[in-house]
């Protein structure tokens, strides 16, 4: 039997409740589930179908059980480590914003990489079908951008920044008008939310990689989108925005 086999044979079998072996009577016992859990987690990509369903299902029993800490998201989070797509599609399948959130934050940040390395997190977060979050998810998984986004910042500020134009423009995060205002500098300030993230992304896009930053400008469709963000290329040290903050 390989270490792997092992792995799968263990995590497969263990001390029960109601035939749930991450759920146990015996404090002693908890540990063990706790660690069984996780390994789960991990091995979600190695496993069937359903074994997989199987294991979620049991993982899903177990909210609430615990004081300090929720196996469920502790399972999620695990999952995303290795496997974010498929983490988040079952995180979405709860309903719940503020589990989605933390299973976005583990996809990034989750293996305690170094930021570098969380390139391929964030792509997977950038791809993602969002579409079925509902109204009571919205506030947890727009929160969620709001730190995730100060991170991609320093790994491709181009990216960043062209994937907060997308958001906010086909989100229903703010009002045009205001985005409008924000990104051509109308403004004198604003903080600490996507819109923020997504303007510092921008000023610093046009400081450091203008001429790149101009063709994408060009090949916007919209036309007072495209104005405002011809605005603020011209513009990125703010100096519009100071004007405005001088004469207030």
Not at 35 to 55: K, S
Not at 87 to 92: D, F, G, H, S, W
Not at 221 to 226: A, I, K, N, T, V
């Amino acid at each position: 039997m390989t270490d792997h086999e092992g792995m799968m044979e263990w995590a497969a079998n263990g001390p029960t409740i109601e035939g749930n072996p991450l759920r146990v009577q015996e404090p002693d016992e908890e540990w063990e589930a706790v660690v069984r859990l996780h390994v789960r987690a991990w091995l979600m990509p190695d496993v069937d179908a359903v074994t997989g369903e199987t294991w979620v299902a049991q993982a899903r029993a177990t909210a609430g059980t615990r004081d300090e800490g929720d196996l469920l998201v502790e399972f999620f989070e695990t999952w995303a480590q290795r496997d974010p797509a498929a983490a988040l599609r079952a995180a979405m399948d709860l309903g719940d914003g503020e589990v989605l959130s933390r299973v976005m934050f583990a996809a990034v940040y989750g293996a305690r990489l170094p930021h570098n390395a969380t390139h391929h997190g964030l792509g997977v977060l950038r791809t993602f079908d969002f579409s079925a979050v509902t109204e009571s998810m919205r506030p947890g998984y727009f929160d969620a951008w709001i730190t995730i986004m100060e991170q991609w910042g320093d790994v491709d500020i181009g990216e960043c920044a062209r994937f907060g134009v997308e958001f906010l423009w086909n989100e229903d995060y703010a009002d045009r008008e205001l985005i409008l205002q924000l990104l051509a500098g109308d403004i004198p300030e604003w903080d600490g939310d996507v819109l923020d993230r997504t303007f510092c992304a921008l000023r610093a896009w046009a400081m450091w990689r203008p001429d790149e930053m101009k063709r994408w400008i060009d090949g916007i469709g919209d036309e007072s989108l495209r104005a405002a963000l011809t605005s603020l290329h011209a513009d990125p040290g703010g100096t519009k925005v100071a004007e405005a903050a001088t004469n207030e």
